[in-house]
């Protein structure tokens, strides 16, 4: 279902969706098309927000385009223990 059909569906909500199709931008996920699961309450979101599993995404409907801005720190590394007992 294409982004559009879900902010008509359910004006002005908080929904979790599974993104089924995306590409990138720049640094940027755009969203073309997801599967609506179900609505989350405002007094649920925030929770919601962090428990969400691989996939799925907690997005309001207010907004025009399904964009997911991309954090690629270049100064974040990850350091290997190279001390193996």
Not at 37 to 42: A, C, F, G, H, K
Not at 47 to 67: A, C, I, L, R
Not at 72 to 82: E, G, K, Q, S
Request: no cysteine; aromatic share 10%; charged share 30%.
């Amino acid at each position: 279902m294409k982004w559009q059909e879900v902010r008509e569906l359910f004006p002005d909500q908080f929904v979790l969706v599974s993104i089924i199709h995306y590409h990138e931008e720049d640094n940027k996920k755009i969203v073309d098309e997801v599967a609506p699961i179900r609505t989350i309450s405002e007094r649920d979101v925030n929770k919601e927000f962090f428990q969400v599993e691989p996939g799925n995404v907690v997005y309001h409907t207010s907004n025009q385009d399904f964009v997911i801005n991309l954090r690629r720190d270049p100064l974040m590394r990850v350091r290997r223990n190279t001390n193996e007992n």
